[in-house]
């Protein structure tokens, strides 16, 4: 196990330090392109895999082994999950280059100039759950920032990942980059001796890493009705942050009530909630990121104590404030410590595809380096020149 992991660590390396001297835009771009074009042309292939993941997989939640919040991430084939996938692909491959940007320069004496200019991190170690198409949106952003990538799925995925490794790997050898550019690890374990930025897409860092990590911890995230909130704007906020999309991390888990609304909008909102079959969680479970339709309700006398809570009991992803008053909102953005901090808008829209980074890497809820939704410029660090 140890072997191979430093094998694949090695061969990263290798391919990362050759792609820097034929890694262009153009060649890069082309690379994507390249991609697409494959996925394409594999799509039957890839979803005739991911049936198999799936048929699996309920056979685990039949079993008891595994959640259907799970299972619905490891469906490829739903809605337009594949060909937000590709566009997501035409989207990194139009986006500006995020390396070789000056961001600083000086001219220290006659003759001397200093500059710092934008460059890969090298290569990338990405673990994430089980949701196929992160294969395609790491690669993607990786390949267009210039960092090889060594990528770790969820188990339950293994077959799709597979066959979506191998279409990149087929595409990228119509280019001048290395094949093992891009690569993936299939067996547990076998990322522990990879010397790279290990970015933990979901889940919580182990604290035995040998590297520097960027971490996507849970999605706990809460919305706060004001005292002034409006009842139609809290409603659709509230139902879509919750309905649309339940078992994603930007879903919300929490909603904190003022008081004074117990009497005025909370009883016919309550209503409406109920009546989307969102449920009130029980007292406990406000540490908790329950990806699916339950939802913890709590009575808050106060702002600050609002925002106690989201800092306390929180994972600093994204909350949100509903209200009508200026000076609250600007009290909230101030007072909550987390990636995405938005007045009067679904938690949904934490995403790097809304905010036109083309896809993500995850959402780091750390402060350092990278913060919020991950794209092409958190893949970057500099070198002076």
């Given at each position: 196990?140890?072997?191979s ?67 619905k ?21 139009a ?20 500059y710092r ?10 673990i ?11 690669a ?24 979506l490794?191998?279409?990149i ?21 076998s ?20 590297a ?20 139609e704007?809290?409603?659709r ?43 009130p969680a ?20 106060s ?9 306390k ?8 404030i509903?209200?009508?008053?200026t ?20 938690t ?28 092409l ?9």
């Amino acid at each position: 196990m140890l072997a191979s992991a430093e094998s694949i660590a090695q061969t990263a390396k290798a391919a990362f330090e050759a792609s820097q001297l034929v890694s262009t835009t153009t060649e890069r771009t082309l690379a994507l392109q390249e991609i697409r074009k494959q996925l394409e042309a594999n799509k039957d292939v890839i979803l005739r895999a991911n049936g198999e993941d799936m048929a699996r997989a309920e056979a685990d939640v039949a079993a008891g082994r595994l959640t259907s919040s799970l299972v619905k991430r490891l469906d490829l084939r739903a809605g337009d999950k594949w060909d937000t996938m590709l566009q997501g692909v035409t989207d990194i491959a139009a986006l500006p280059d995020p390396t070789g940007s000056i961001t600083y320069a000086r001219s220290l004496h006659d003759d001397l100039e200093l500059y710092r200019v934008t460059c890969p991190i090298g290569v990338l170690l990405v673990i994430f759950e089980s949701r196929p198409e992160v294969v395609i949106n790491i690669a993607a952003l990786a390949l267009k920032s210039g960092n090889a990538a060594i990528l770790k799925g969820g188990k339950e995925s293994t077959r799709t990942t597979a066959e979506l490794t191998r279409t990149i790997q087929a595409a990228l050898g119509r280019t001048a980059l290395p094949g093992t550019f891009i690569q993936t690890v299939e067996t547990r374990g076998s990322d522990g001796t990879a010397r790279s930025r290990p970015i933990h897409r979901f889940g919580h860092s182990t604290g035995e890493q040998r590297a520097p990590v960027m971490g996507h911890a849970d999605g706990l995230c809460a919305i706060y009705l004001d005292e002034s909130a409006d009842r139609e704007k809290a409603k659709r906020i509230v139902v879509d942050a919750k309905i649309d999309y339940p078992a994603a991390c930007n879903a919300v888990e929490t909603l904190l009530v003022h008081e004074s609304l117990l009497e005025t909008i909370w009883p016919e909102s309550q209503l409406d909630l109920f009546s989307t079959h969102v449920l009130p969680a029980t007292s406990e479970a406000y540490t908790t990121e329950h990806l699916s339709l339950t939802l913890s309700v709590l009575t808050v006398p106060s702002l600050s104590a609002a925002i106690a809570h989201i800092n306390k009991h929180g994972s600093h992803h994204t909350d949100c404030i509903i209200t009508e008053s200026t000076d609250a909102g600007s009290t909230f953005v101030r007072g909550v410590d987390s990636a995405g901090v938005f007045v009067n808008a679904s938690t949904r829209f934490a995403d790097g595809f809304r905010y036109g980074f083309g896809a993500e890497v995850g959402i780091s809820t750390g402060r350092i380096h990278a913060r919020g939704p991950v794209g092409l410029d958190g893949l970057v660090t500099y070198k002076y020149v």
